[in-house]
């Protein structure tokens, strides 16, 4: 079956605009989480959405940052007023809703995020 | 601060060579243990995992993990590397303690398998 997508590809911004990414998950798959990926760094979490709960925003480096989740499917991620800093790949995951914690988390191919 | 160590940034070995990655995590409790693997241009995908039963875990393409609770570790191994092995492992851990919610990933161990 399909796997987790991600749109766009790529995107390049100035510093100060406002980008959104988005990530459709696995059908099925309940839970949902962004991370991110720096240049030289290892995987960073930033928000994980289940369900209709409210989502564990703990990761998110600022308020810059957003995340929603509409009918408990299509996930978009908001970046305002971006930073240089905030270049890196995007990476959203789904799995089966948590049972003890170990589902599988399946990974889209990312967006590739440059801020000019 | 939880967090999970991959001691080698960068490996190199010649094919049939034997692999061993570590992974060490700063965890108490009740974890959940995973080996992520990164082609390169392909997503990152799940090469094996633990969560209970036995601590020798084995996952896709001959690799096999072992968790050794008494040292936090959960080193991933592989008996005779192949070209086609070169790729971006990644060590990640979840845990009790922060509600299963999240992965936190290693900082990586890029594999380079000469031919």
């Known amino acids: 079956g399909a796997g987790v997508s991600q749109s766009p590809s790529n995107k390049v911004t100035e510093k100060g605009k406002d980008v959104e990414l988005r990530c459709d998950p696995i059908s099925g798959h309940t839970a949902l989480y962004w991370y991110r990926q720096s240049l030289g760094q290892g995987l960073e979490f930033l928000i994980y959405f289940q369900g209709n709960s409210a989502p564990d925003k703990s990761g998110l480096p600022s308020d810059r940052f957003s995340a929603e989740r509409t009918g408990g499917s299509v996930s978009t991620l908001t970046i305002q007023r971006t930073q240089q800093e905030d270049s890196a790949v995007y990476l959203c995951?789904?799995?089966?809703?948590?049972?003890?914690?170990?589902?599988?988390?399946?990974f889209g191919p990312g967006t590739r995020l440059l801020v000019l | 601060a939880q967090s999970v160590s991959q001691h080698n940034h960068h490996v190199i070995l010649s094919e049939a060579a034997s692999l061993e990655l570590g992974c060490n995590y700063s965890y108490g409790g009740t974890v959940n243990l995973f080996w992520y693997v990164q082609y390169p241009g392909q997503h990152l995908q799940l090469l094996l995992k633990y969560f209970s039963g036995d601590p020798l875990v084995k996952g896709i393409k001959g690799f096999e993990a072992e968790f050794i609770k008494s040292k936090f570790s959960f080193n991933l191994r592989k008996p005779s590397v192949q070209w086609s092995d070169t790729a971006e492992y990644f060590c990640a851990v979840n845990s009790k303690n922060t509600g299963f919610q999240k992965l936190v990933f290693g900082t990586g161990t890029r594999l380079l398998v000469s031919p």
């Open positions: 995951a789904s799995s089966r809703s948590l049972a003890g914690g170990g589902e599988t988390q399946y």
